[in-house]
């Protein structure tokens, strides 16, 4: 089944202004997400931003580009603006990628695609990952999810859940070895008919209380699938420490090419 991706990118970051432009080994952040997505199976990949200056960027590196609102409160509304003007069918289904996610794996945006399109209960499809330290479970920057038996999202939260009662009241330092912890893995596909009626819902408490967008697919009664990521997420691009670690591990494997090229020719 054919699919569309929109990478929706703000120039506005409070931890780390014009975060899209950031430079990460002779590309812009925003460029390392689009080349990423265009691996994937999707017929057409678009940058959706508020802003002229990432539109120009963009266009520079033969992006397809929508200059959407300024006043757009998520990415969600963003991807939703791009579908209404596009005028997609309402069962065809558009990936959001997030536009901080330089070293996604391409796998992973056909996967949740085919996650949605193989559970026409679903609104939306998602993706998670274990958490394997302590520290990430008890950091608010890093989202964790909950599901029930088919794999369907009870609840979103940057707090620590589910709360091991007995086994945090003796110590935080260590994860609980009797439940696996995931964290939520920041890309959706929808279709586009439940997004335009999600652009047109009213924002819920939850939803502004934890500042998580999906939160309102749930409270309006909605199905989020969530299925662990087939690949290693990667790093995304938060605060200036993330931005070191991913320009580190790109220089990485840049030295490594470069070292098996000189291999090879010896």
């Known amino acids: 089944m054919s699919y569309s991706v929109v990478i929706p990118a703000r120039y506005g970051s409070t931890r780390l202004p014009a975060k899209a432009l950031q430079d990460i080994c002779g590309k812009s952040l925003i460029q390392r997400v689009y080349e990423r997505a265009s691996l994937s199976s999707a017929q057409q990949v678009i940058i959706a931003t508020d802003d002229e200056r990432i539109a120009s960027e963009a266009r520079q590196f033969g992006a397809d580009v929508e200059l959407t609102a300024m ?23 558009v990936v959001n990628v997030q536009g901080d996610e330089p070293l996604i794996p391409p796998a ?8 949605l399109a193989q559970r026409p209960l679903a609104q939306v499809a998602t993706l998670s990952a274990p958490i394997a330290h302590a520290h990430d479970l008890f950091d608010p920057n890093v989202v964790k ?17 589910p709360w091991c009662r007995d086994a945090f009241a003796l110590a935080r330092d260590r994860l609980p070895t009797q439940i696996e912890f995931q964290r939520h893995v920041g890309l959706y596909a929808y279709r586009c008919g439940f997004l335009t009626r999600y652009a ?28 662990t990521a087939c690949q290693a997420p990667g790093i995304g691009v938060d605060t200036p420490e993330d931005l070191a670690k991913v320009r580190a591990t790109l220089a990485h494997e840049s030295n490594s090419r470069l070292h098996c090229g000189k291999n090879k020719k010896s």
């Open 71 to 93: 006043d757009c409160v998520s990415g969600t509304v963003r991807v939703a603006e791009v579908v209404k003007r596009r005028g997609w069918a309402d069962d065809h289904i």
């Open 108 to 115: 992973i945006i056909d996967q949740a695609q085919h996650n």
């Open 145 to 161: 999810v909950v599901c029930d038996a088919e794999g369907y999202a009870l609840y979103f939260s940057r707090a620590p859940i």
């Open 200 to 227: 047109g819902s009213a924002p819920c408490g939850l939803e502004n209380a934890e500042s998580l967008e999906q939160l309102r697919v749930l409270w309006h009664g909605g199905k989020i699938h969530v299925a």
